[in-house]
């Protein structure tokens, strides 16, 4: 089973106004992302759109990003559903294509009894030999996935081998790498917070799957790098300006839009054409995107500072 480390960006989908995907775009994307020495690219996460695709445009994205990137660096799709058979069928294709793992969310409409959610994340684990990522999102699910949870599940099908635990408690974070990562070393935990980074990979943790790494990477791969190196004030330095980048999720919802936008503005020439129900940013608050960049120094205007 491959090991999964590092900053791993969730790679924004980008369309053209006739809502295909933009794949030109997203060449200028993937290749600035690897340029800047990302670990890895998750695409068809949250802020990938995939909850605004139909599964024909999941599996095209999918297809061109396996395509395009060719082994450059380890890629994830993001193969989550409220329907067991879909994220079967998603999961399975992206085996067939040559992805190298998959990222499953547990599904969001539905609080499942809790051996429901195991049979659900089961059928999925025996369905396929590819690495299996968990995706915990409760904000957005409604429903958490445990470190007990996650243990059991781990201990029943090899390849589950990491999680990305996209929630605003260091608390759980580290409960995590304590129960699961005790017993099985070599599994991968996963901060879903920019701001969460640092502490994670203090104790013991892997990395980040966060959203500021599709316009800020020079930050999280470069705390990454400094914390390996052991050079901590240098990484505190850039957690300090890594930390302000959150406040720009809070502008709009869905975010995606925020991203795109934060993107553009620092220097990537992408289309920030959105799927509906997002919309454009009106332009207040394409300002309060422009303005938090500044604070956080990452501006093209700011950067030297």
């Known amino acids: 089973m491959i090991k999964l480390k590092g900053i ?10 006739e809502r295909e995907l933009d794949k030109e775009g997203m060449k200028v ?6 340029a800047s020495k ?5 695409f068809l996460g949250t802020g990938g759109e995939f ?13 061109f990003a396996v395509s395009y990137i060719k082994g450059r660096v380890p ?6 559903s409220t329907n067991t058979r879909e994220a079967i069928e998603l999961s399975k294709h992206a085996q067939k294509i040559g992805a190298d793992a998959v990222v499953i969310i547990n599904p969001y409409y539905w609080n499942l009894t809790e051996e429901n959610l195991f049979m659900h994340y089961s059928e999925i684990a025996q369905s396929i030999k590819l690495p299996i990522v968990l995706y915990n999102f409760p904000n957005l699910t409604g429903q958490d996935l445990s470190a007990d949870f996650v243990l059991k599940l781990v201990e029943a099908h090899p390849n589950i081998i990491g999680i990305k635990d996209t929630i605003d408690s260091i608390g759980h974070i580290r409960e995590m790498i304590l129960k699961v990562k005790e017993k099985h070393p070599d599994f991968s935990v996963f901060c879903g917070f920019d701001d969460h980074l640092l502490n994670t990979l203090q104790m013991g943790g892997d990395g980040t799957i966060s959203a500021s790494a599709n316009f800020a990477p020079q930050l999280s791969v470069g705390i990454y790098q400094s914390f390996n190196n052991g050079d901590l004030k240098n990484a505190m330095r850039l957690h300090q300006q890594l930390a302000i980048l959150p406040s720009i999720y809070k502008i709009d919802s869905p975010f995606v839009n925020c991203v795109k936008e934060a993107t553009k503005i620092c220097g990537l020439d992408i289309s920030t054409y959105v799927l509906p129900p997002s919309r454009e940013l009106s332009a207040e608050k394409k300002k309060q995107v422009e303005e938090i960049l500044k604070i956080a120094k990452v501006h093209p205007s700011t950067v030297s500072m």
């Open 8 to 17: 791993i960006p969730p790679v924004s989908t980008l369309f053209t106004q």
């Open 29 to 34: 994307l993937i290749d600035h992302l690897i």
């Open 38 to 42: 990302v670990d890895g690219l998750f």
């Open 51 to 63: 909850s605004q695709m139909s599964v024909s445009e999941r599996m095209a994205t999918a297809e």
């Open 75 to 80: 890629v994830l799709i993001g193969t989550g």
